[in-house]
């Protein structure tokens, strides 16, 4: 049978109020020895707190929600190991959300996250809806947003600058000697990832005067490997003559070095392709990929850092552009 608060108590010979305030960090109504002893009690007799009891005693449920769109993801995954660094560090727990991008069921989440009273919100790697946002602000608590933004909903946000990463892509291929370039990419319509990384691409092009009429861009509904095999496909059926491939994804850039295998195209010698974001995958690709790397654990560190200050002070965060960088590897050739 568990100990319970009676048990530590009766074994420090104390109150059952003093192990209570000690183990809510009340600063008053007993000594330091005293504190040693209910210490060693809790030691001794292998208690553990229930937490949903202390949260309703001090109304901090030391639990924070985190919402993501596919938790299967190797974005998601690097994303939540740095939330989770921080959050674990702090002595609060995560409800981990997987909202399918899905309307209702994102708001169910929200819902049921209200319902278990956690103390903030990590929204990540979506669009923040009208909907989402009215859910979110009727919780009352403190919500960061994660490899998003919203430019309606001024919420605090850590991200990268997507067309500015998406430019330093297109202009590393180009200082390589490539005129002939083309991207696959995600959907045009996602004003997250997919819009900004087409628009720094093109106006890298449209920089060093490469831009043509009809930009070889051919875009997907995701960022999916299987949708870079199909994409690359599309890019070679319309443009033979292009030697190098900003890909969106790093799982678009491994789907079309695939894709290159299959149609007997060498990756560097016959084309050149270049990735986005730096996952796991990217080292395991043949040949290795280059690509430009987000910082995603530190991102997810960062989110969970500026959320808890917020919880801290009680005021509105500042929104955090993170760096990004060029891992140089094997998948790009200099012409």
């Known amino acids: 049978m568990n100990p319970t608060i009676k048990d530590v108590a009766k074994h420090a010979n104390v109150s059952i109020a003093t192990v209570s305030r000690i183990l809510n960090s009340t600063s008053a109504g007993y000594s330091e020895g005293t504190k040693k002893r209910v210490k060693a009690a809790i030691e001794e007799l292998g208690y553990k707190p229930n937490a949903v009891a202390r949260g309703l005693i001090n109304n901090k449920t030391q639990t924070i929600g985190v919402l993501f769109p596919n938790v299967s993801g190797m974005v998601t995954s690097e994303l939540l190991h740095g939330i989770e660094n921080v959050t674990h560090q702090l002595g609060h727990s995560v409800i981990v959300c997987n909202t399918a991008s899905q309307g209702k069921r994102t708001l169910d989440y929200l819902q049921l996250l209200n319902e278990k009273r956690v103390e903030g919100i ?12 009215e859910a979110i602000k009727d919780m009352k608590v403190p919500t960061v947003l994660v490899s998003t933004k919203s430019q309606k909903h001024l919420l605090p946000y850590v991200k ?9 892509a297109a202009s590393y291929l180009i200082e390589k000697g490539h005129r002939k370039i083309g991207m696959i990419s995600g959907n045009p319509d996602d004003m997250i990832a997919g819009l900004p990384r087409i ?3 093109q106006a890298a092009l449209r920089d060093h005067g490469l831009l043509t009429e009809k930009p070889s861009v051919f875009s997907a509904e995701g960022f999916s490997y299987k949708e870079g095999m199909e994409m690359f496909k599309k890019l070679r059926q319309e443009g033979e003559d292009i030697t190098a491939v900003f890909a969106a994804s790093d799982e678009m850039a491994v789907g079309a070095i695939a894709s290159a295998y299959k149609m007997n195209i060498a990756v560097p010698n016959d084309i050149s392709i270049i990735g986005y974001d730096n996952i796991k995958i990217s080292e395991m690709a043949i040949p290795p990929l280059t690509t430009v790397a987000q910082p995603l654990r530190e991102m997810g560190e960062k989110a969970a850092e500026l959320l808890f200050e917020m919880l801290k002070t009680g005021e509105d965060g500042q929104s955090i552009i993170m760096p990004h960088r060029i891992v140089e590897r094997e998948s790009v050739k200099e012409l």
Do not use: H, N
């Open 122 to 133: 990590l929204f990540a790697s979506e669009m923040l809806t009208d909907e989402y946002y």
């Open 160 to 168: 990268v600058d997507d067309q500015d990463a998406a430019y330093t």
């Open 199 to 201: 628009e720094g691409f």
